[in-house]
């Protein structure tokens, strides 16, 4: 969904694993890595995101109410080539 441009923003919990990463670069745009699944061979892509906080929306995988770290998505940069 990412990848085709439907899904626009991923979601982490505030926790401190992910506060620690993310926590000072609230309103920057970075480059991340997005892996679909643990495995090295899971399908992954590049995307420019803007770091922010605020509630999810439940179609993309947030619990209504929940406040997280949310990547918005702004493009894919490079998607691997596929094994």
């Known amino acids: 969904m990412i990848k085709s441009g439907e899904k ?3 979601y982490r919990e505030l926790k401190p694993f ?8 609230q309103g920057q ?6 892996r679909n699944g643990y495995s090295s061979s899971s399908p992954s892509l590049i995307a420019s995101c803007e770091v922010t906080t605020g ?5 993309w995988g947030a619990i209504p109410g929940k406040y997280y770290f949310v990547l918005k998505i702004l493009s894919v940069k490079r998607v691997p080539k596929e094994v």
């Open 8 to 10: 626009k923003e991923e």
């Open 18 to 25: 992910y506060i620690s990463r993310l926590g000072a670069l």
């Open 29 to 34: 745009i970075i480059d991340v890595c997005l």
């Open 55 to 59: 509630a999810g929306l439940k179609a």
